[in-house]
């Protein structure tokens, strides 16, 4: 298992942007494909998106394609939901998530990732 911490959540309105960070400890970050997971009241939890150690595979949700991009810096540790043109509807936790090898073109659930971080609130106002 690796930790991970969130930050960067907040109050934003609609149409605005906010970067969410995860910073990873305890583990070879590198070998970790990462994602990123959401999860509004009342609702699953739901996958956003994802990226490979290598930065070869990323993938993304449907609902924030085009406007979410994630990222990651292995020298640093960290991983990174930049999110754009921001919806009411994407307000929700956001959770950082690591799990062993790589990902493909595809949502993943999140019973697929095994280290979990504890999650930052996201709420963009109309």
């Known amino acids: 298992q690796v930790l991970l911490v969130e930050s960067g959540g907040g109050l934003v309105q609609a149409g605005g942007s906010l970067r969410l960070s995860c910073a990873a400890s305890?583990?070879?970050?590198?070998?970790?494909?990462m994602g990123w997971f959401r999860q509004a009241p009342g609702k699953e939890r739901e996958f956003v998106a994802a990226?490979?150690?290598?930065?070869?595979?990323?993938n993304y949700a449907d609902s924030v394609k085009g406007r979410f991009t994630i990222s990651r810096d292995n020298a640093k540790n960290m991983v990174y939901l930049q999110m754009n043109s921001l919806k009411p509807e994407d307000t929700a936790v956001y959770y950082c998530?690591?799990?062993?090898?790589?990902?493909?073109?595809?949502?993943?659930?999140?019973?697929?990732?095994?280290?979990w971080g504890q999650g930052t609130q996201v709420t963009v106002s109309s």
């Open positions: 998530a690591a799990r062993r090898g790589t990902v493909s073109n595809r949502i993943y659930y999140p019973s697929e990732f095994g280290s």
């Open positions: 305890g583990g070879t970050f590198s070998s970790y494909a």
């Open positions: 990226i490979s150690w290598s930065i070869a595979r990323i």
